[in-house]
């Protein structure tokens, strides 16, 4: 997938900086514990608040081949240096998105606009499925039920 210009496409910060800010974050609103992780095509951070295990990723936008021939022509470099740093650039990107992602919806909740468990609701793990709340009603979402004019959610099979 090609990258896209956004808000943080340009950061220098670097990953362990974000996440420091992140851990201090997720301290001064009373997380309990918390952990980062990162996969091949994501980075997350859970966290333990109020008794609920929250999860937020990110999805990693990877380099296709196009961008890094581009990258690489422009500064004259090997494809393997090009991967790389495009790679690098974008994990800067995805962690300064997880930090203000995170810390808008604690300062909305600090600042009553709503509760914890509103602002995070699609974050939330159901323990039973160790899946996110997301997770388990995105396909009927997807598929129209909250839609106006869609069923509802009776099609997601727990409506009275």
């Known amino acids: ?77 090997s494809t393997a240096v090009a991967v790389v740093t495009l790679t690098e650039k974008e994990a800067k990107r995805v962690w300064r998105v997880l930090v203000w992602s995170v810390k808008a919806r604690l300062v909305a909740v600090e600042e009553g606009l709503e509760t914890f468990e509103q602002a995070f609701l699609g974050h939330l793990v159901d323990p039973s499925s160790d899946r996110t709340l997301w997770q388990v009603v995105r396909e009927p979402i997807e598929a129209g039920a909250l839609q106006l004019g869609g069923p509802g959610f009776r099609a997601l099979g727990r409506g009275d």
């Open 1 to 77: 997938m090609p990258a896209k210009k956004g808000a943080y496409a340009g950061t220098e910060v670097a990953v362990t900086k974000s996440q420091e800010e992140l851990r201090g974050l997720l301290q001064k609103f009373g997380a309990q514990q918390f952990s980062f992780g990162e996969g091949r095509d994501w980075a997350g951070v859970e966290f333990v608040h109020s008794e609920h295990l929250v999860r937020v990723r990110c999805p990693l936008r990877l380099p296709d081949d196009r961008t890094v021939q581009r990258y690489r022509s422009g500064a004259h470099t």
